[in-house]
């Protein structure tokens, strides 16, 4: 919409406010080369190394006891970086379309400040990743019948290391995913005081992610993952409920989400415990040197470390939220206090004002002659 009486004038082509302006339609552009890429038999190989999940491989599938048929799977490798680079692609046009078709519009109708604008936004961008992850996660869970805790270390490394598509690609597009974390700095202008926070949660969450695809730790990081999902799903629509003045609604939940949150530290801790500690040093296939070419990775030192991690990791969030909450205590300690104080002030007031109106009356009441006071009192 332009206002009357003022000229729009469009920035230059290739500056910063025309590709932050325009940066959807030029990632999308770049994308759509490689989806373009497919339909010419010259290009379709480079163009399939971007769109298409390589290393594949048969391994046969006990269907029935003793009746074995071999299923297509996925593996690791080096072909996985072009993939990863078009679903980053894929993101940041997806990011972009949420943002334009959904949370500008609710934002309009809620007149946030820039402060709350900006949260909002990223709360409403995190919590539609949380719930497609969560509704992908279950369904691998479902698909491949991963209900026992047993199944997180039984069959390793061969039932581990190969992937089924869904599982594999469910990997790429969470690599993909918080990649995207980096560019999205740029093109939302976000002010430098709020990258140290988005830069180190995306760091943490590819540490973790990269290190257990690699190490073929797949289905530990599937079940970590949903759990940890889980809980700041909730925590995000606690934050989008309080900005949309729900906050009777919101209250509630934000105690669900705190109790989420530390059932997902405990959580977490049981499972890797079980997985590292118990689970893979009980494996006839434990071996003291690493096996790259049929990629296991289970020995002591590799176990014990991805222990150490995990559990550093959650010691250290769990140690963020309580104190988090002692300090929200403390401020609202002084506020209850003050309030507690104009209380009391409030009700000496009325006490002082009721004696004084008591006084006036005997007063009075001395004042009018002695038959006067009987009936005065009667």
């Known amino acids: 919409m332009v206002v009357k009486g003022k000229k729009t004038k469009n920035p230059p082509v290739l500056s910063h406010e025309f590709v932050i302006q325009n940066h959807a339609d030029i990632v999308a552009?770049?994308?759509?080369?490689?989806?373009?890429?497919?339909?010419?038999?010259?290009?379709?190989?480079?163009?399939?190394?971007?769109?298409?999940?390589?290393?594949n491989v048969t391994v046969p599938l006990e269907i029935q006891p003793g009746v074995f048929q071999d299923v297509l799977q996925y593996t690791q490798g080096l072909k996985d970086i072009p993939a990863v680079f078009f679903y980053l692609l894929i993101s940041v046009v997806i990011h972009a379309i949420i943002q334009e078709y959904l949370l500008d519009?609710?934002?309009?109708?809620?007149?946030?400040?820039?402060?709350?604008?900006?949260?909002?936004?990223?709360s409403g961008q995190l919590l539609a990743f949380y719930l497609m992850s969560l509704v992908w996660a279950g369904d691998i869970i479902l698909r491949e019948n991963l209900f026992s805790v047993a199944a997180l270390w039984e069959g390793y490394p061969?039932?581990?290391?190969?992937?089924?598509?869904?599982?594999?690609?469910?990997?790429?597009?969470?690599?993909?995913?918080?990649?995207?974390?980096?560019?999205?700095?740029?093109?939302?202008?976000?002010?430098r005081e709020?990258?140290?926070?988005?830069?180190?949660?995306?760091?943490?969450?590819?540490?973790?992610?990269?290190?257990?695809?690699?190490?073929?730790?797949?289905?530990?990081?599937?079940?970590?993952?949903?759990?940890?999902?889980?809980?700041?799903a909730v925590f995000h629509t606690c934050r989008i409920l309080d900005y949309a003045e729900k906050t009777a609604v919101a209250s509630k939940l934000f105690r669900l989400g705190d109790l989420l949150f530390v059932l997902a530290r405990l959580s977490s801790v049981i499972l890797a415990v079980l997985t590292f500690w118990f689970g893979l040093a009980s494996l006839p296939m434990?071996?003291?040197?690493?096996?790259?070419?049929?990629?296991?990775?289970?020995?002591?030192?590799?176990?014990?470390?991805?222990?150490?991690?995990?559990?550093?990791?959650?010691?250290?969030l769990m140690w963020n939220f309580i104190m988090f909450q002692v300090k929200r205590a403390r401020e609202a300690g002084p506020a209850s206090s003050s309030?507690?104080?104009?209380?009391?002030?409030?009700?000496?007031?009325?006490?002082?004002?009721?004696?004084?109106?008591?006084?006036?009356?005997?007063?009075?009441?001395d004042d009018l002659p002695e038959a006067d006071q009987k009936l005065k009192v009667n």
């Not at 598509?165 to 093109?187: A, D, M, R, T, V």
């Open 158 to 191: 061969l039932h581990h290391a190969s992937m089924s598509f869904l599982f594999k690609f469910f990997f790429i597009i969470q690599i993909s995913y918080w990649l995207h974390i980096f560019p999205e700095l740029y093109f939302q202008k976000t002010k």
């Open 194 to 232: 709020d990258w140290a926070p988005r830069i180190q949660y995306a760091c943490l969450y590819l540490a973790f992610i990269v290190g257990a695809y690699l190490t073929s730790f797949t289905r530990l990081a599937l079940f970590l993952l949903f759990v940890q999902y889980l809980a700041e």
């Open 29 to 55: 552009c770049v994308a759509m080369v490689f989806v373009v890429g497919l339909m010419f038999q010259a290009s379709s190989p480079a163009a399939s190394v971007f769109i298409a999940l390589h290393h």
């Open 286 to 316: 434990e071996q003291q040197v690493l096996d790259l070419a049929t990629g296991n990775f289970n020995t002591g030192l590799v176990r014990l470390n991805c222990l150490l991690a995990v559990c550093l990791l959650q010691a250290w």
């Open 105 to 122: 519009k609710v934002n309009k109708k809620l007149h946030l400040s820039k402060v709350k604008h900006v949260k909002f936004n990223e």
């Open 339 to 365: 309030n507690a104080s104009a209380a009391g002030k409030s009700s000496t007031r009325k006490t002082e004002q009721e004696r004084a109106k008591a006084r006036k009356e005997r007063k009075e009441q």
